[in-house]
């Protein structure tokens, strides 16, 4: 089992924190929002955490990575949000670029979690097919911003909707998934047939309808860092947390 981190985004909601910088690399509680990452992967038994980034800033994801065991940087060789792959395109340049045919955890480098994601993996192959982790935002406006999450009482996904403007449910998909190797053709097939290579969710909204998609109860708190205010927000509660 191998961990892709998408990183090659260019982060345009937080200039000029990330003019220079890459998202995933700045500190939230003292470290680099990609340290408490690989922390979790690792905790998972990944075999190798792959970060995805652009020609931009793969100068400091390599210096990122030195000393570091078992963690690849793969340029893909996008140079501005203009001519960006996008996430799903993302997976599929990385797919082809290492021939990776590996079961695979795919999870965002602006994502933080509260508490060990050491199952999720292990579900995966459980259940052998693609997973997708969902968390309960609690509150149907906020749904807006995130993909609806229907789930029968297996948690087999039978409804997906990107940013429902009259959500059902509070359970949201969230940039953390598995997909198995017999899954990754799959991939493929939808890039091939130009669906939108962006937004994560986009793929298993798309795969739930032709194979079975499961989801995974996320424990403990998720953190989701698009905006100068979420990541004071979890600054000050990593922080909080390094202190006690």
């Known amino acids: 089992m191998r961990a892709l981190v998408l990183a090659a985004g260019y982060a345009t909601r937080l200039y000029p924190l990330t003019l220079d910088r890459p998202k995933a690399l700045l500190e939230v509680g003292g470290r680099p929002m990609l340290d408490r990452i690989l922390e979790r992967l690792a905790a998972m038994g990944v075999e190798e955490t792959i970060v995805v980034t652009n020609a931009k800033f793969t100068p400091h994801f390599e210096e990122w990575a030195k000393g570091k065991q078992h963690v690849r940087i793969v340029n893909d060789g996008t140079t501005s949000n203009d001519d960006r792959l996008g996430a799903i395109g993302d997976i599929g340049f990385v797919l082809d670029e290492l021939g990776l045919d590996d079961d695979l955890v795919v999870v965002a480098g602006d994502n933080l979690f509260g508490e060990d994601i050491a199952g999720f993996g292990a579900y995966g192959q459980e259940v052998d ?11 149907l406006s906020l749904m807006r911003e995130y993909n609806q999450v229907e789930v029968d009482e297996d948690g087999r996904i039978t409804f997906m909707e990107e940013k429902p403007e009259n959500a059902r449910t509070t359970l949201a998909g969230i940039a953390l998934y598995y997909y198995p190797r017999r899954a990754l053709p799959l991939i493929r097939q939808y890039l091939a047939e130009g669906h939108n290579p962006d ?9 739930h309808s ?7 109860q996320l424990p403990g708190e998720w953190y989701d860092i698009g905006s100068a205010e979420t990541l004071r927000e979890a600054d000050a509660i990593f922080s909080q947390s390094r202190r006690d």
Do not use: F, K
């Not at 097919?129 to 509150?139: E, K, Q, S, Y």
């Not at 032709?210 to 995974?216: A, E, H, L, N």
């Open 199 to 207: 937004q994560p969710g986009r793929l298993p909204e798309w795969l």
């Open 210 to 216: 032709r194979t079975p998609v499961y989801s995974w």
């Open 129 to 139: 097919a693609p997973v997708l982790a969902i968390h309960d935002v609690g509150d």
